[in-house]
């Protein structure tokens, strides 16, 4: 499963180029020129893929060329949410900005956010891993998307982080 949008960013330049960060067990910032991608990937859950395989990893470089530019730590049976990808991204330029965070990343299929320099963004969801077979039942992709203004950190109400995890609220009598 895919969803992908098209930001009207600018267009980077050398001196001001397209800006993207994501969630993994830490913020990884990148800046990519026009012909550039990064990548935030989780693998497929711990029972389909192997033990050296990391938890997540970011790769960035040339659009059908991009290289690990951070990777996570392996982990033998399921990741510690420490160690987890939060499943969240900006993409911006000095005007507009992109939020988004995708439901359990990369906890039940392997899953990808994609960004590239010219504001392409691509969330993906691989439910048919290396060694299973998919899933029985209904599939779903569940992402929340959050446009704010250049700073995010001044303009945004709430962080991809808690749109994943929104406040709940109960009434007592």
């Known amino acids: 499963m895919d969803a992908s949008l098209r930001m009207a960013l600018d267009a980077p330049r050398p001196d001001s180029p397209t800006l993207v ?99 392409e963004v691509t969330i993906s969801r691989d439910d048919a891993a290396k060694s299973q077979a998919p899933r029985a039942g209904a599939k779903r992709l569940h992402f929340w998307l959050h446009f704010v203004f250049y700073p995010p950190q001044h303009s945004a109400a709430t962080s991809p982080r808690m749109m994943q995890t929104p406040p709940q609220i109960t009434t007592l009598k």
Request: charged residues 20%.
């Open 21 to 119: 960060d994501f969630g993994a067990a830490t913020w990884i910032y990148a800046r990519l020129a026009a012909d550039q991608s990064a990548e935030l990937q989780a693998p497929a859950p711990a029972g389909s893929r192997a033990s050296d395989d990391p938890v997540w990893r970011v790769l960035r470089g040339p659009v059908g060329g991009m290289t690990p530019f951070a990777v996570g730590p392996t982990a033998r049976g399921e990741p510690t949410d420490s160690a987890r990808a939060e499943g969240w991204a900006h993409i911006m330029d000095r005007r507009r900005c992109l939020a988004l965070a995708v439901d359990s990343f990369g906890q039940e299929a392997a899953e990808r956010i994609l960004l590239t320099g010219n504001g």
